[in-house]
T-cell receptor, first 113, second 115 residues
Framework: EPEVTQTPSHQVTQMGQEVILRCVPISNHLYFYWYRQILGQKVEFLVS????????KSEIFDDQFSVERPDGSNFTLKIRSTKLEDSAMYFC???????????FGSGTQLSVL | AQSVTQLGSHVSVSEGALVLLRCNYSSSVPPYLFWYVQYPNQGLQLLLKYTSAATLVKGINGFEAEFKKSETSFHLTKPSAHMSDAAEYFCAVSPGGTSYGKLTFGQGTILTVHP
């Protein structure tokens, strides 16, 4: 079965630094998502992306966050100035169309020190 | 607003025993409901989904779930647990439409299967 790939699996950064999390969705998929899970909490929706623009975003997804599909294959999440509370597992997901199932990557564990 | 509550953060069963993982939801619109499974170091994988076609939904690996509107529940069951079922299970709800992929998850239930 095709997979969503996320790199790196672990990333450590200093508070205030910019970080980019990378995802390679399944090649024929058109809808892309980022979710995160803070340790001990629920998996939370961050943002959905279609046709090179944000479709929907949560309250968590403030001006410190941005997403991009820079080259037709990668899908990135940028955090401009990381905070301690950004430490979490970040999951990328993609789907072939709006009503199809989401395929999730295995996540990037971000640790902000 | 939608929400999901999974009763029991840890469930332990013997191999061959019934698996029952509980999920209750709250939704102001007819919900789409899902169960996902996560094995160690892997992404969330869809087990099954309810989209209003049939109240009893069969999924992969012998799992099934029944949508009960009167109880706002979508419990996951499997008649006979296997060691390979040990994983974390997430119930999720979606409002559907253009927000279909905007899932609201429960807190997860870790299933342990012992010999």
């Amino acid at each position: 079965e095709p997979e969503v790939t996320q790199t790196p699996s672990h990333q450590v950064t200093q508070m205030g630094q910019e970080v980019i999390l990378r995802c390679v969705p399944i090649s024929n998929h058109l809808y892309f998502y980022w979710y995160r899970q803070i340790l001990g909490q629920k998996v939370e929706f961050l943002v959905s992306f279609y046709n090179n623009e944000i479709s929907e975003k949560s309250e968590i997804f403030d001006d410190q966050f941005s997403v991009e599909r820079p080259d037709g294959s990668n899908f990135t999440l940028k955090i401009r100035s990381t905070k301690l509370e950004d430490s979490a597992m970040y999951f990328c997901a993609s789907s072939e169309n709006i009503l199809e199932k989401l395929f999730f990557g295995s996540g990037t564990q971000l640790s902000v020190l | 607003a939608q929400s999901v509550t999974q009763l029991g953060s840890h469930v332990s069963v013997s191999e061959g025993a019934l698996v029952l993982l509980r999920c209750n939801y709250s939704s102001s619109v007819p919900p789409y409901l899902f169960w996902y499974v996560q094995y160690p170091n892997q992404g969330l994988q869809l087990l099954l989904k309810y989209t209003s076609a049939a109240t009893l939904v069969k999924g992969i690996n012998g799992f099934e779930a029944e949508f009960k509107k009167s109880e706002t529940s979508f419990h996951l069951t499997k008649p006979s647990a296997h060691m390979s079922d040990a994983a974390e299970y997430f119930c999720a709800v979606s409002p559907g439409g253009t927000s279909y992929g905007k899932l609201t998850f429960g807190q997860g239930t870790i299933l342990t299967v012992h010999p």
